[in-house]
């Protein structure tokens, strides 16, 4: 399962505060990508990226933020304007457009 | 806008029988079609993809057909296994946009003993 990893696992945080999760890929991918998970929702893009230094909204980016300075790092910011922002988040990269997305194993965030 | 519709939403199958699931995209010049399974606490990993240029793949139980025409794609499993239980989901890319991926809802499938 290596090759790409999220941290914290599990993070707790309360209204009002910003959150950065972290993920990290040795795989020399090009692509990176955030996704959030709600139960019976599937999996709703957030932000992604194709190369350092550059990024895209996805479907859901309100109330987030990312950057991509480096090619194996794409951290996000849930901020307290995310009104829901309890969920699970998964991290994904890719080689390039129409390959295989590999995941990170996720973080679980829950607001207090 | 782009849409992936994924049915069932639950399916249930007797060990041994086969599963199908099904789903629809909304944009005609989507040419990758991959479907994730995701067991439970685990991550989604790819199990299967389909291009634009080929009808149908088959990799041992598992196998997708594509009709372009219809625009919707399926996923069969033959011989269901307990270890198939899990959520499985589709998706499309789309070529006439940014590089994303969109995928369906998902499916989850419990295999009954």
């Known amino acids: 399962d290596g090759g790409i990893t999220q941290s914290p696992k599990y993070l707790f945080r309360k209204e009002g505060q910003n959150v950065t999760l972290s993920c990290e890929q040795n795989?020399?991918?090009?692509?990176m990508y955030w996704y959030r998970q709600d139960p019976g929702q599937g999996l709703r893009l957030i932000y992604y990226s194709q190369i350092v230094n550059d990024f895209q909204k996805g479907d859901i980016a309100e109330g987030y933020s990312v950057s991509r300075e480096k090619k194996e790092s794409f951290p996000l910011t849930v901020t307290s304007a995310q009104k829901n922002p309890t969920a699970f988040y998964l991290c994904?990269?890719?080689?390039?457009?129409?390959?295989?997305?590999?995941f990170g194993p996720g973080t679980r965030l829950t607001v207090l | 806008g782009e849409n992936v519709e994924q049915h069932p939403s639950t399916l249930s199958v007797q060990e041994g029988d086969s599963a199908v699931i099904k789903c629809t995209y909304s944009?005609?010049?989507?040419?990758?079609f991959p479907w994730y399974k995701q067991e439970l606490g685990k991550r989604p990993q790819l199990i299967i993809d389909?291009?634009?240029?080929?009808g149908e793949k088959k990799d041992q139980r598992i196998a997708v057909t594509l009709n372009k025409t219809a625009k919707h794609f399926s996923l069969h499993i033959t011989e269901t296994q307990p270890e198939d239980s899990a959520v499985y989901f589709c998706?499309?890319?789309?070529?006439?946009?940014?590089?994303?991926?969109?995928f369906g809802k998902g499916t989850r499938l419990h295999i009954l003993p």
């Open positions: 944009d005609s010049a989507s040419n990758y």
């Open positions: 994904a990269s890719s080689s390039q457009s129409y390959n295989e997305q590999f």
């Open positions: 998706a499309a890319s789309l070529m006439n946009r940014d590089d994303k991926i969109i």
């Open positions: 389909i291009r634009s240029n080929v």
């Open positions: 795989l020399n991918h090009d692509a």
